[in-house]
């Protein structure tokens, strides 16, 4: 079936080398394709099986020369145990109100986005979106997409402010998790891996076998907290296969 979608495809583009964001010294070079027409979502899933990631409406894969630190990943729903300490973090966000609402950008979504950044990623690539980028970051996609929000039950039993949110891709056998951001200043939350717990629990109950969290890149400090969530799945020359837990 993948062969059959990407055979669809009229023409795979390479972006020019920037400085890679994970490992220095590198250079990162992406391909990428166009998700149009009525395909875009059997194709966005063939895709992302293939170990392509979904923006707007474009799919891209790394494409570095001499590099392959860039691996994809998956979490495996149906047999996820968590650990400990991330039981001890649910019971800290028994609290917590999650809202599945549609792709659709919100000015409060936009300031929590804008604190995030500005705390954990100042400088980056996306350190200087504006509220338009953000509202097609959300709503430009060919796919079935949705916005989980996650706010704090008030003691009258209501929801408070946007604390955490992940736009999220719904695939035929998963969840593929687009991008997630939350306040900074609710560090003993851990509410990005909060977040990834809650969609894999979501993906079990739903029947679905995987949640897509993107790449991970050994030895790189930013992509450590992916390999908690066992057993996890990992894209190689030979197809997908278990991770050895680090």
């Given amino acids: ?6 055979s669809r495809l009229p023409q795979f583009f390479l ?30 899933d063939a895709l992302t ?7 707007q409406m474009i799919a891209y894969r790394p494409a570095c020369d001499g590099c392959t630190a860039c691996v994809s990943v998956r979490v495996v729903a149906q047999e996820f145990t968590p650990t400990r300490t991330m039981r001890r973090m649910e019971r800290q966000n028994s609290d917590l109100i999650r809202t599945i609402v549609p792709p659709e950008a919100t000015r409060e979504q936009f ?30 996609t060919p796919v079935e997409t949705m ?7 008030q003691p009258d039993g209501s929801a408070g402010p946007l604390i955490a949110c992940a736009l999220t891709d719904v695939l035929q056998d998963g969840l593929s ?18 977040m990834i717990a809650d969609h894999v629990y979501a993906a079990s109950a739903k029947r679905l076998a995987y949640v897509y969290l993107g790449y991970w890149v050994r030895n790189s400090r930013k992509m450590d907290y992916k390999t908690r969530f066992q057993p996890l799945e990992m894209l190689g020359t030979s197809g997908w296969k278990r991770m050895a837990a680090e």
């Fill in 1 to 6: 079936m993948t062969e059959h979608y990407l």
């Fill in 15 to 44: 972006t020019p080398g920037g400085a890679c964001p994970y490992l220095p010294g590198k250079v990162e070079r992406k391909v990428f394709a166009r998700l149009m027409g009525p395909h875009a979502a059997p194709l966005n």
């Fill in 49 to 55: 099986h293939s170990g392509f990631r979904r923006s």
């Fill in 111 to 140: 300031a929590l986005l804008q604190n995030y950044l500005a705390s954990r990623h100042a400088g980056g690539g996306m350190s200087d979106m504006g509220l338009f980028d953000y509202v097609a970051m959300v709503e430009e």
């Fill in 147 to 153: 916005l989980a929000e996650y706010r704090v039950r």
């Fill in 177 to 194: 998790m687009v991008y997630s951001f939350f306040d900074p200043s609710l560090a003993d939350r851990s509410l990005g891996t909060h």
